[in-house]
């Protein structure tokens, strides 16, 4: 794990500092955010491959469409359907003001139009977010607490907030305080994860919690970020702060209802980390 945590860290965080301060290449430009983004999933291959030679068999590859469809479902619409809860909060407190342009009082089919069109690209974008979820779902999240699950989540959630904290300092996002934005992106990342988490143990595999993560980034945020007049919040934090309510309803949801654990005999459940024994793991502990 520490060589895991080493390489994802200095290799994100070194090339985030490089892309900006050296090549000045933009926070929103796909060539500063590809090598860094993606360095989790290198870091698991690394380690599985050559450190502790454990192999791939408890990672989540296969996709498994038949068996796991329903969570495939529920990957690629709960985006939006957050999206649309979190909207529908905004214009509750006064957050938004909607433009329900068309017939009987519903989006219009341009606004519609564009949802599809981002839920498109989520299919076509989420091999690259399987660069993040290789790592912290995949890899690491089992591997902190054993079989703790709740625990190892929240580790798990902290950790890859805390992965994301240069992306405050470089523009990618600006919080008007700095410190209570930082706060809300654990809370934000804490209750993904506790997602992501469900959608990998019921489905047992890594590219269902790959299309979730996409779809938080290409349709749930992109959407927020762009619809919500922040103006009238507390800036570009206001858009994750309403997420947070229909995202905690659902992790309440899959937490009371003990559905963290992996899934049934007729899903292939996803395996256990296995135990390498190896001095690494053996000296390192867990």
């Known amino acids: 794990m520490a060589a895991f945590l080493c390489i994802s860290f200095a290799g994100t965080w070194l090339w985030l500092l490089i892309a900006r301060a050296v090549l000045g290449l933009s926070p929103l430009n796909p060539l500063l955010q590809l090598p860094g983004f993606c360095m989790p999933g290198i870091a698991a291959v690394v380690v599985r491959r050559w450190i502790t030679k454990e192999g791939f068999a408890d990672a989540g590859l296969k996709l498994r469409l038949k068996a796991a469809r329903r969570y495939y479902v529920a990957a690629l619409l709960g985006p939006p359907l957050i999206a649309a809860a979190t909207l529908a ?16 009082g519903l989006p219009g089919a341009n606004d519609l139009i564009t949802v599809l069109g981002l839920m498109v690209a989520t299919l076509v974008f989420t091999p690259l977010y399987a660069g993040e979820e290789f790592g912290w779902t995949s890899y690491l999240r089992p591997r902190i607490f054993g079989r703790r699950t709740v625990s190892s989540v929240i580790a798990t959630g902290v950790i890859w907030a805390v992965w994301h904290f240069p992306l405050a300092f470089i523009g990618y996002v600006e919080f008007s305080n700095v410190l209570f934005g930082l706060a809300v992106w654990v809370i934000s990342f804490q209750l993904q994860e506790i997602i992501l ?90």
């Not at 905004?90 to 009987?104: I, K, Q, R, T």
């Not at 309803?249 to 992996?262: D, S």
Request: proline share 8%; glycine share 12%.
């Open 89 to 104: 909060l905004a214009a509750a407190v006064g957050a938004w003001d909607p433009d329900l342009s068309g017939p009987g």
């Open 197 to 286: 988490m469900w959608l990998y143990q019921r489905s047992g595999s890594v590219w269902v919690a790959s299309l979730a993560h996409a779809g938080n980034n290409m349709v749930l945020f992109l959407i927020l970020g762009e619809v919500l007049d922040t103006t009238k919040g507390l800036g570009a934090v206001t858009p994750i702060l309403l997420a947070l309510v229909p995202m905690a309803a659902i992790c309440l949801w899959i937490v009371r209802g003990g559905r963290l654990t992996p899934g049934t005999p007729d899903e292939s459940p996803t395996p256990t980390a296995s135990v390498h024994r190896s001095p690494v793991i053996r000296n390192g502990g867990r």
